[in-house]
């Protein structure tokens, strides 16, 4: 199974929560709300869960094996530190890139 498209948005806010995520596989199978943490560790990514009547969080999706979830992850946050930082679209980075080179030229 390959990864395919990975896309990632940030988010401000006060907690551990620093962005969602949506993980494509095989132009075929796409999985939302992904969550990249800030933990104890470091970043890492949580899968999405749901809230039983108990309240515990059950995984909604999730890797079987811990070398697939480590690729995933990896991508994953690969593309957290690409991202652009909350508030601004990637067509407003791309503008921006085609005015430096405008002006340089």
């Not at 199974?1 to 132009?27: H, Q």
């Given at each position: 199974?390959?990864?395919?498209?990975?896309?990632?948005?940030?988010?401000?806010?006060?907690?551990?929560?620093?962005?969602?995520?949506?993980?494509?596989?095989?132009?075929?199978f796409v999985?939302?709300?992904?969550?990249?943490?800030?933990?104890?560790?470091?970043?890492?990514v949580?899968?999405?869960?749901?809230?039983?009547?108990?309240?515990?969080?059950?995984?909604?999706?999730?890797?079987?094996?811990?070398?697939?979830?480590?690729?995933?992850q990896?991508?994953?946050?690969?593309?957290?530190?690409?991202?652009?930082?909350?508030?601004?679209?990637?067509?407003?980075?791309?503008?921006?890139?085609?005015?430096?080179?405008?002006?340089?030229?």
């Amino acid at each position: 199974m390959e990864i395919t498209d990975v896309r990632v948005r940030r988010i401000t806010s006060e907690g551990k929560l620093r962005a969602y995520a949506t993980i494509t596989f095989d132009n075929q199978f796409v999985v939302h709300n992904l969550k990249v943490i800030d933990g104890k560790s470091g970043l890492f990514v949580a899968m999405p869960s749901r809230k039983t009547k108990s309240g515990e969080f059950k995984d909604v999706a999730h890797p079987i094996s811990s070398d697939f979830r480590a690729i995933m992850q990896e991508a994953i946050l690969d593309a957290f530190e690409k991202a652009p930082p909350p508030g601004v679209e990637e067509s407003d980075l791309e503008d921006e890139k085609s005015e430096k080179l405008r002006t340089s030229e």
